[in-house]
C-alpha cells in the first residue's frame, strides 16, 4: 500500500495541532509556505514534511514500513474530517 496524497492542502492549513510545525507556521495553522493548496518550497521542504525521507530517518526500524503508511493515511483523514 503506497501512501497517496491528493493535495488537499488540509494537513499544510493545520500545523497548529503539533508543535513540531511550530517553525512554519505563520500564526494561524497556516504554513507560512502554502500558496493555494500547494507547498510553494516543495522541492526544498523541510524533512518533516517528507513522508518517505521522514520513515527512512525516523521510523525505520522503529514500526514496519506498512504501520507507517497506515498511521499516516489515517492522520490525513483525521485532518481533512476536521476541515469538512
Ligand atoms: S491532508 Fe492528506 S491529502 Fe491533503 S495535502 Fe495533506 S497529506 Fe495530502
Ligand atoms: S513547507 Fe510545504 S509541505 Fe511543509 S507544511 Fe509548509 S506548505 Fe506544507
Do not use: A, Q, W
Not at 26 to 48: A, F, V
Not at 65 to 77: A, D, G, I, P, T
Amino acid at each position: 500500500m503506497m501512501f497517496t496524497c491528493d493535495r488537499c492542502g488540509c494537513c499544510c492549513r493545520n500545523l497548529d495541532k503539533s508543535e513540531l510545525y511550530k517553525e512554519l507556521d505563520r500564526g494561524d495553522g497556516t504554513c507560512k509556505y502554502l500558496h493555494g493548496n500547494l507547498c510553494s518550497i516543495y522541492n526544498e521542504r523541510p524533512l518533516l514534511c517528507r513522508v518517505d525521507e521522514c520513515y527512512e530517518s525516523y521510523f525505520k526500524g522503529i514500526i514496519e514500513r506498512e504501520v507507517y503508511e497506515k498511521l499516516n493515511m489515517e492522520e490525513c483523514k483525521r485532518i481533512k474530517k476536521m476541515e469538512e
